[in-house]
Every structure is written in C-alpha cells, then in structure tokens.
C-alpha cells in the first residue's frame, strides 16, 4: 500500500489544495502530496505561464498538448499544477520558472529547491 508523506507546505502548516481543475498531483487529489513512490516529486504548486510552458514542452515534458486518451485537457497560463521539484529548480536556473503558490507547495520539495529560491517566486 503507498503511504502518503504528511499533508505539510514549504512554510510549516496544512497543505492546501493546488488546484481540481485541472485536476493535479500524484494522487489526482488535487493537492501537491506526495509518497516514496512519487520519484518525480510532484511537490511545487506552479502557476502556469506561456514561457514555463514552451520550455516544459521544449525539454521534453509538453504539459500544453491534449491528451485526451490520457483523459488531459492540456494546460493553459493561469493553470495551477504540481510540478517536479526538478524541473521547477531546473526552469529557474534557466530563467524561466512559473511562480508558486507555497500554501499549497509540499515540504518535500526544499529537499530539491532552496527556500529563498521558492520564496522569490511566491504568488
């Protein structure tokens, strides 16, 4: 059976909701929870723009596209998404991170992303 981590965000309190339209996270619960099956650490509440997206889409992960066999609709800039931890650090040092919506961004991401990182892309 998959254990989920404890519901707690980046600043310490109960994990928020990200976001039920679309429908996000590893659980499809729409919050950004995660377990130790989760190695992509589905962790960071990533407001969508249309640069995050090109890059995502650009480095291989097209977050954008339908999929409707996958039953996506694809995502569009103002979309909330729990995104890798990865990629989001990744899109930082690349310049083009989406900001982050830290009430509902799980603590297991600061084993990737640095607090001072994720504060300067707070919402």
């Known amino acids: ?3 989920p981590a404890p519901s707690i965000n980046v ?8 976001s ?4 996000t996270g590893f659980f ?6 995660t377990c130790a099956e989760d190695t992509g650490a589905h962790t ?11 890059y995502s889409k650009y480095v291989g992960n ?16 103002g979309d ?17 991170a989406p900001k982050v919506n830290l009430a509902a961004t799980h603590r297991r991401t600061l084993d990737v992303v ?4 994720l504060k300067d892309y707070a919402a």
């Open 1 to 3: 059976m998959i254990e």
């Open 11 to 18: 600043l310490g309190e109960p994990l928020q909701i990200c």
């Open 20 to 23: 039920t339209n679309p429908l």
């Open 28 to 33: 499809r619960d729409g919050h950004c929870n």
């Open 44 to 54: 960071v509440c990533a407001i969508m723009t249309a640069e995050f997206l090109a």
């Open 62 to 77: 097209d977050l954008s596209t339908p999929r409707p066999e996958m039953h996506f609709a694809g995502l569009k800039p």
């Open 80 to 96: 909330q998404w729990c995104l890798c931890a990865a990629r989001f650090l990744q899109a930082h040092d690349e310049g083009c």
């Open 114 to 117: 640095p607090m001072r990182i």
